[in-house]
């Protein structure tokens, strides 16, 4: 009896396994083309998964293709735009890799400035009144970096005039993030340490509004030294750049920056 229970179950699941239907590609034998196609419809109703899926799909059937090369454009767009920076990314380097002399190219630049410029979690930057300086300086250079190669290899690009734009935003941010540095270390009694970091404004980012705080920060930290030829040559520095100083006056106390690229781009 036990020996037919069992001849039983086994016969029921190899039954049972017969009637497991397998999911079907619909998209099986569609041409690079009509993929395509039907992924610029989802990318039109804003149907980023979707989209995604198509693309994928030219990318790995059809990798020799135009569409190929147009399909990994538009993957890193959608990506952007469903705040998946990461693989935005990774699509924009394996386009680059691959097709170091597209015409799309400084579209593909542009493209990872942005992404790195302005990344998912500075949209609460309004809400924290956070100085975007603050905030880790790496995504900030990639984005300069991307912005500035786009402006030396495409000066006559359609998006050229914009990177320059957020390349000055750049500049002063990135440098006033290296006075956020030097005050951290001069606060702490680091005063070597606060000057290099405040040289390097100087030195590296010629103009910004922001060098007047790090020549004060330099005359402070000699001061502190001790060193006070050097305290008084970085005085006159600051004297004859910023003959109207208040720094004299009010000393380290800052006004809140509110030139957040969410609110102006």
């Known amino acids: 009896m036990g020996q037919a229970l069992l001849v039983f179950a086994a016969a029921s699941l190899i039954a049972g396994c017969g009637t497991v239907k397998t999911e079907t590609d619909p998209t099986a034998g569609w041409s690079a083309d009509r993929l395509y196609q039907d992924a610029r419809t989802e990318i039109s109703a804003g149907n980023w998964k979707d989209a995604r899926t198509r693309l994928e799909a030219v990318e790995a059937r059809y990798p020799f293709g135009g569409f190929a090369q147009q399909s990994l454009i538009d993957q890193a767009y959608i990506n952007w735009k469903d705040e998946e920076p990461e693989q935005a990314l990774a699509a924009i380097d394996r ?37 975007p300086s603050e905030r880790d300086p790496k995504g900030l250079r990639e984005s300069y970096e991307s912005f500035n190669e786009l402006i030396e290899r495409y000066p006559d690009s ?106 102006w781009f």
Do not use: C
């Not at 386009?95 to 990872?112: A, I, V």
């Not at 410029?117 to 009144?129: D, I, L, N, W, Y």
């Open 95 to 131: 386009f680059q890799q691959q097709y170091p002399n597209h015409p799309g190219t400084d579209y593909m630049l542009y493209l990872k400035g942005l992404i790195t410029f302005t990344p998912p979690s500075a949209a609460f930057t309004k809400f924290t009144r956070q100085d």
């Open 158 to 263: 359609r998006y050229t005039a914009d990177a320059k734009k957020r390349v000055t935003w750049l500049v002063d941010t990135i440098a006033r993030n290296e006075v956020h540095v030097a005050e951290y270390y001069y606060t702490r009694g680091a005063y070597v340490a606060a000057i290099n970091r405040a040289q390097t404004v100087i030195t590296d980012f010629q103009g910004v509004p922001v060098a007047e705080r790090a020549l004060y920060l330099i005359y402070l930290s000699y001061d502190k030294l001790g060193m006070t030829e050097l305290r008084d040559n970085a005085k006159r520095v600051l004297d004859h750049n910023f003959p109207n100083t208040q720094y004299y006056e009010k000393g380290l106390e800052e006004s809140v920056n509110n030139w957040n690229p969410i609110n």
